[in-house]
């Protein structure tokens, strides 16, 4: 108590040096705690459910679509039944289904859950009950539903009475049953449909449903391995049983063709370990999270390599006061002991800073993250807390007193070594100088470092802000809606985009108006296989084209150039064998390469003997529909007034001034069906460039600080080094030294620190070039213009920071200097 009482009267004393090194430390700290908080979410925390370690999911490695697990129900029913291995099996579909009641209509993810979906999970509801396997067996008066807790926030207002009340989805009743917990996401880490419902209320929520379509139902398939049974053991099991199911199957289908079997199994099967569950953050943002979460750590090593030059400092100009202590019997473990001390008082202090700060960021973060989007163009609700848990407090908690002892045994043990006799002979302390330069040099190493792959990132920015994305988005705003969600039948959908086109169409300041199945930036179109005609489909062609259904007026609306032949006319609907369709450049290139294409035909890839049903009338520019990043897909468009869910208006003026009068449109034709999503094409390039933008400013944000903890370090460095030489000085000036010569000295010492600093920063940039090279785009990892500004800025800084210290030194006064010594 002694040690800390004397600690906390040392720091009083110096409230400057300590608010500086404490607000250090609280950043560092604080950033890193936050930044490994999202790392231990996204990368680390099992799922919040019983036994997470004994789950798996069957999953298959697609070329184009990555991993998935959509594997049938009968597959599902199969593996349930005869796995020895599994001891359940558990799955959910997952449909956009529109909520009619409770008021206002929207468009709402519903996930459509196995009988043994909660019980395999080990689930219980925050209010309610979840879902069980008697609510399969009957469904007779309506079927239950549970709510995830933000829909219920959302549309309930967190009303404990929800349970008990009806919801309308697709026209049919559903008793709400539960509530499930904030944290609960099913095999999810952040995100979560807004309701579950039983899988056999896949009648009420499909329209012309027919028996058989259950067993080609879709689902995201896991289960829970029995004690002491191995992945690899349960895969061999699960494989045996997955062919003869699938090849069953597919041979008494007669809507799909003979390949279709063997292509599907030519994919393989894996069972992925579920304990982390899985997680749309960790595989749109896993990359950019580590190299974050990395770029914190050198921060937090800067901050430490600041606060121990500050240390070192404040230790040599204690010189005297720890020689007198030493003379009076105090031992050199004691001192280190009491400087230790300090330090942890100061680390306590910053400790306890950035510890606020992480939990008051947390939200903020969760906030700045861009909107994700699943496969069907709807926003996915992300539920991830971000705030630091016990495992990110401890983690913090060891990093501090590991940052207490990098920064403080250092400087507690140079100063514990001076001399009584160097003292009384009034010569300056030099031990430690060495030390003081060496982490000056690697401060600015790691502020080149950060800097380069900020510049990296900054530029990869760029680079996507300025792409073509093959359409004029100005001007024009999107409307998406799905008429048979609401359970509209193929004529009444037709009927309903006649109209509402027609109304649209009449409003002011309107130029144009499509329709598509489709809207860019949101959706890649149906997925199929293709070959021209008298051609088969390689295995790299399965499900690798885009189709997408629109109206005549579509390229116009949207700016794509027609590049050879023609767009379509409305005499193109309904036109078959052949279909006229409009292909894009993509599909030109894998598909025809000769040149050429119009005119062409094409069909059903996976079957020779069929006829080619489509003929190319025209080719227009590739147009990007999932991202800004994505290569090119071939695509082809065919003109139809079904099929449709996607309104595109071009504007004279701002487009935001036509979404109330086109809302009203619709409210007119029919106030039930809502429209889900409204965006401006501007909004939606913006958007799909969102996460190199919060990747780039949060780098330029780490970047900033290195810069300033540098700059910092740098001043600090000299500005002590002409107080401890100002004797030195003023015998250089007596002797005949011009001021110009003192700044001169000073300048190249720095910039000597600074030149073997930026080389070593650059070094490591090129060497970690390969690890950020999947987050860069148009740019290299070796980029000059990066590295060069990266280099430049740290020489701009690193001269400002020797300015001042080099200016002061220039005015010692010789006399003064040795009349003071």
Same mark, same amino acid.
């Given at each position: 108590?002694?040690?800390?009482?004397?600690?906390?009267?040392?720091?009083?004393?110096?409230? =400057?040096?300590?608010?500086?090194?404490?607000?250090?430390?609280?950043?560092?700290?604080?950033?890193?705690?936050?930044?490994?908080?999202?790392?231990?979410?996204?990368?680390? $925390?099992?799922?919040?459910?019983?036994?997470?370690?004994?789950?798996?999911?069957?999953?298959?490695?697609?070329?184009?679509?990555?991993?998935?697990?959509?594997?049938?129900? &009968?597959?599902?029913?199969?593996?349930?039944?005869?796995?020895?291995?599994?001891? $359940?099996?558990?799955?959910?579909?997952?449909?956009?289904?529109?909520?009619?009641?409770?008021?206002?209509?929207?468009?709402?993810?519903?996930?459509?859950?196995?009988?043994?979906?909660?019980?395999?999970?080990?689930?219980?509801?925050?209010?309610?009950?979840?879902?069980?396997?008697?609510?399969?067996?009957?469904?007779?008066?309506?079927?239950?539903?549970?709510?995830?807790?933000?829909?219920?926030?959302?549309?309930?207002?967190?009303?404990? #009475?929800?349970?008990?009340?009806?919801?309308?989805?697709?026209?049919?009743?559903?008793?709400?049953?539960?509530?499930?917990?904030?944290?609960?996401?099913?095999?999810?880490?952040?995100?979560?449909?807004?309701?579950?419902?039983?899988?056999?209320?896949?009648?009420?929520? &499909?329209?012309?449903?027919?028996?058989?379509?259950?067993?080609?139902?879709?689902?995201?398939?896991?289960?829970?391995?029995?004690?002491?049974?191995?992945?690899?053991?349960?895969?061999?099991?699960?494989?045996?049983?997955?062919?003869?199911?699938?090849?069953?199957?597919?041979?008494?289908?007669?809507?799909?063709?003979?390949?279709?079997?063997?292509?599907?199994?030519?994919?393989?099967?894996?069972?992925?370990?579920?304990?982390?569950?899985?997680?749309?953050?960790?595989?749109?943002?896993?990359?950019?999270?580590?190299?974050?979460?990395?770029?914190?750590?050198?921060?937090?090593?800067?901050?430490?390599?600041?606060?121990?030059?500050?240390?070192? /400092?404040?230790?040599?100009?204690?010189?005297?006061?720890?020689?007198?202590?030493?003379?009076?019997?105090? +031992?050199?473990?004691?001192?280190?002991?009491?400087?230790?001390?300090?330090?942890?008082?100061?680390?306590?202090?910053?400790?306890?800073?950035?510890?606020?700060?992480?939990?008051?960021?947390?939200?903020?973060?969760?906030?700045?993250?861009?909107?994700?989007?699943?496969?069907?163009?709807?926003?996915?609700?992300?539920?991830?807390? @971000?705030?630091?848990?016990?495992?990110?407090? @401890?983690?913090?908690?060891?990093?501090?007193?590991?940052?207490?002892?990098?920064?403080?045994?250092?400087?507690?043990?140079?100063?514990?070594?001076?001399?009584?006799?160097?003292?009384?002979?009034?010569?300056?302390?030099?031990?430690?100088?060495?030390?003081?330069?060496?982490?000056?040099?690697?401060?600015?190493?790691?502020?080149?470092?950060?800097?380069?792959?900020?510049?990296?990132?900054?530029?990869?920015?760029?680079?996507?802000?300025?792409?073509?994305?093959?359409?004029?988005?100005?001007?024009?705003?999107?409307?998406?809606?799905?008429?048979?969600?609401?359970?509209?039948?193929?004529?009444?959908?037709?009927?309903?985009?006649?109209?509402?086109?027609?109304?649209?169409?009449?409003?002011?300041?309107?130029?144009?108006?499509?329709?598509?199945?489709?809207?860019?930036?949101?959706?890649?179109?149906?997925?199929?296989?293709?070959?021209?005609?008298?051609?088969?489909?390689?295995?790299?062609?399965? @499900?690798?084209?885009?189709?997408?259904?629109?109206?005549?007026?579509?390229?116009?609306?949207?700016?794509?150039?027609?590049?050879?032949?023609?767009?379509?006319?409305?005499?193109?609907?309904? &036109?078959?064998?052949?279909?006229?369709?409009?292909?894009?450049?993509?599909?030109?290139?894998?598909?025809?390469?000769?040149?050429?294409?119009?005119?062409?035909?094409?069909?059903?890839?996976?079957?020779?003997?069929?006829?080619?049903?489509?003929?190319?009338?025209? &080719?227009?520019?590739?147009?990007?529909?999932?991202?800004?990043?994505?290569?090119?897909?071939?695509?082809?468009?065919? /003109?139809?007034?079904?099929?449709?869910?996607?309104?595109?208006?071009?504007?004279?003026?701002?487009?935001?001034?036509?979404?109330?009068?086109?809302?009203?449109?619709?409210?007119?034709?029919?106030?039930?069906?809502?429209?889900?999503?409204?965006?401006?094409?501007?909004?939606?390039?913006?958007?799909?460039?969102?996460?190199?933008?919060? +990747?780039?400013?949060?780098?330029?944000?780490?970047?900033?600080?290195?810069?300033?903890?540098?700059?910092?370090?740098?001043?600090?460095?000299?500005?002590?080094?002409?107080?401890?030489?100002?004797?030195?000085? =003023?015998?250089?000036?007596?002797?005949?030294?011009?001021?110009?010569?003192?700044?001169?000295?000073?300048?190249?010492?720095?910039?000597?620190?600074? #030149?073997?600093?930026?080389?070593?920063?650059?070094?490591?940039?090129?060497?970690?070039?390969?690890?950020?090279?999947?987050? @860069?785009?148009?740019?290299?990892?070796?980029?000059?213009?990066?590295?060069?500004?990266?280099?430049?800025?740290?020489?701009?800084?690193?001269?400002?920071?020797?300015?001042?210290? #080099?200016?002061?030194?220039?005015?010692?006064?010789?006399?003064?200097?040795?009349?003071?010594?």
């Amino acid at each position: 108590m002694t040690d800390l009482r004397y600690a906390a009267r040392m720091l009083r004393k110096s409230p =400057g040096f300590t608010v500086v090194t404490a607000g250090l430390l609280a950043i560092g700290i604080g950033a890193s705690s936050l930044m490994f908080s999202a790392f231990e979410s996204v990368w680390l $925390r099992p799922l919040p459910v019983s036994h997470p370690e004994e789950l798996v999911r069957m999953v298959q490695k697609v070329p184009q679509l990555g991993t998935r697990s959509y594997f049938p129900y &009968v597959y599902y029913r199969a593996l349930a039944e005869r796995s020895t291995t599994l001891a $359940r099996v558990f799955g959910e579909a997952e449909l956009l289904v529109a909520m009619n009641e409770p008021a206002p209509a929207e468009q709402i993810r519903v996930h459509l859950a196995t009988p043994e979906f909660f019980e395999a999970l080990g689930a219980h509801a925050l209010y309610g009950r979840p879902l069980t396997p008697d609510d399969a067996k009957d469904d007779r008066g309506g079927a239950p539903a549970v709510l995830s807790y933000g829909f219920w926030q959302r549309r309930f207002n967190g009303d404990r #009475a929800a349970v008990g009340r009806t919801v309308v989805l697709f026209g049919h009743r559903f008793t709400i049953v539960g509530v499930m917990p904030r944290e609960f996401n099913g095999i999810s880490v952040d995100s979560t449909p807004d309701v579950r419902v039983p899988l056999r209320a896949l009648p009420l929520l &499909v329209r012309d449903y027919v028996s058989k379509r259950l067993d080609g139902t879709e689902l995201d398939l896991a289960g829970r391995l029995k004690p002491g049974v191995t992945r690899q053991r349960a895969l061999a099991e699960s494989i045996a049983i997955w062919r003869p199911t699938i090849e069953e199957w597919y041979a008494h289908q007669p809507d799909y063709g003979p390949g279709y079997a063997q292509t599907e199994l030519s994919r393989g099967m894996e069972l992925d370990p579920l304990e982390r569950g899985v997680s749309v953050l960790r595989d749109k943002f896993g990359g950019a999270l580590r190299l974050l979460t990395i770029s914190v750590g050198l921060l937090l090593l800067m901050v430490c390599a600041n606060v121990a030059g500050l240390l070192l /400092a404040g230790a040599a100009a204690r010189r005297g006061e720890i020689v007198v202590r030493l003379a009076l019997g105090a +031992t050199r473990l004691r001192l280190v002991r009491q400087m230790l001390t300090e330090s942890l008082l100061l680390t306590a202090i910053g400790s306890a800073g950035g510890w606020l700060l992480a939990w008051i960021s947390a939200p903020l973060l969760v906030r700045a993250l861009p909107p994700i989007r699943d496969l069907a163009t709807a926003r996915m609700a992300l539920s991830l807390d @971000l705030t630091p848990d016990g495992r990110v407090i @401890l983690v913090s908690l060891a990093a501090a007193i590991l940052t207490a002892g990098l920064f403080g045994l250092v400087p507690a043990l140079s100063a514990s070594r001076t001399s009584l006799d160097s003292v009384l002979r009034g010569v300056r302390a030099s031990r430690g100088w060495g030390g003081r330069k060496a982490l000056v040099v690697f401060q600015v190493a790691l502020c080149t470092l950060l800097l380069a792959g900020a510049g990296l990132l900054v530029r990869t920015f760029r680079q996507l802000h300025n792409l073509d994305p093959g359409f004029d988005p100005a001007h024009v705003v999107t409307f998406t809606a799905d008429p048979s969600l609401s359970a509209y039948t193929d004529a009444q959908a037709k009927s309903f985009w006649r109209a509402l086109t027609a109304r649209v169409r009449d409003l002011p300041g309107v130029v144009s108006v499509a329709t598509a199945s489709r809207p860019v930036m949101r959706g890649s179109g149906i997925k199929s296989t293709v070959a021209p005609a008298g051609q088969k489909a390689t295995r790299a062609d399965f @499900l690798n084209t885009s189709l997408n259904w629109v109206s005549p007026e579509y390229f116009d609306t949207m700016g794509m150039r027609v590049l050879e032949g023609r767009a379509f006319a409305a005499t193109d609907l309904g &036109v078959t064998k052949p279909t006229p369709v409009v292909v894009n450049e993509a599909f030109v290139r894998r598909f025809f390469p000769e040149g050429n294409a119009v005119g062409r035909r094409f069909g059903n890839g996976l079957d020779v003997a069929a006829p080619a049903t489509y003929e190319i009338a025209g &080719v227009v520019s590739d147009a990007k529909y999932r991202s800004l990043r994505e290569p090119m897909t071939p695509t082809f468009y065919t /003109a139809s007034e079904t099929n449709l869910s996607v309104l595109s208006v071009r504007t004279r003026t701002a487009p935001e001034a036509l979404i109330q009068p086109v809302r009203r449109a619709l409210a007119a034709l029919d106030p039930a069906l809502p429209f889900t999503e409204i965006h401006t094409l501007a909004e939606e390039v913006d958007a799909s460039a969102a996460p190199e933008r919060l +990747t780039a400013a949060l780098a330029s944000i780490f970047g900033f600080f290195a810069t300033l903890l540098a700059a910092v370090g740098i001043y600090g460095l000299l500005a002590f080094a002409v107080e401890q030489r100002r004797r030195e000085i =003023g015998i250089r000036m007596a002797l005949g030294a011009r001021p110009s010569d003192i700044g001169e000295m000073l300048g190249l010492q720095a910039g000597a620190m600074v #030149a073997a600093g930026v080389i070593l920063g650059l070094g490591g940039a090129l060497l970690a070039g390969r690890w950020v090279r999947a987050l @860069l785009y148009g740019v290299a990892p070796s980029d000059p213009v990066s590295l060069a500004l990266a280099a430049l800025l740290v020489a701009l800084v690193s001269a400002a920071a020797t300015a001042v210290p #080099a200016a002061r030194a220039t005015r010692v006064q010789p006399a003064s200097a040795l009349r003071q010594e």
